[in-house]
Nanobody, 118 residues
């Protein structure tokens, strides 16, 4: 069955960095756009970053622009989220999402916890 497996979360001090990975399997990776979402306790899930399946173009939430970078490696079937200058308000469970360029297929990972605290 289709799998999206996130990794790389953890506890980091404010100003620190983390790199999240999302390893995909059992679907045609190159035909999917990918996004990272996050959900903090008591808040709705929010879109953090998106990377297209076609030209690799990216978009970011205003709150993370200039600090986070989404990228994809089609050879490794993996999507990354490089997070720099982390702030306490970045604390959340981060989820990987895959959405087909054509058709309704959409998949979610199980999430990885990121905690920014001193």
């Amino acid at each position: 069955q289709v799998q999206l497996v996130e990794s790389g979360g953890g506890l980091v001090q404010p100003g620190g960095s983390l790199r999240l990975s999302c390893a995909a399997s059992r679907f045609t990776f190159s035909r999917y756009g990918f996004s990272w979402y996050r959900q903090a306790p008591g808040k709705e899930r929010e879109l953090v970053a998106v990377i297209a399946s076609t030209d690799g173009s990216t978009n970011y939430a205003d709150s993370v622009k200039g600090r986070f970078t989404i990228s994809r490696d089609n050879a490794k079937n993996t999507v990354y989220l490089q997070m720099n200058d982390l702030k306490p308000e970045d604390t959340a469970v981060y989820y990987c999402n895959a959405r087909a360029r054509v058709g309704p297929n959409e998949y979610w990972g199980q999430g990885t916890q990121v905690t920014v605290s001193s």
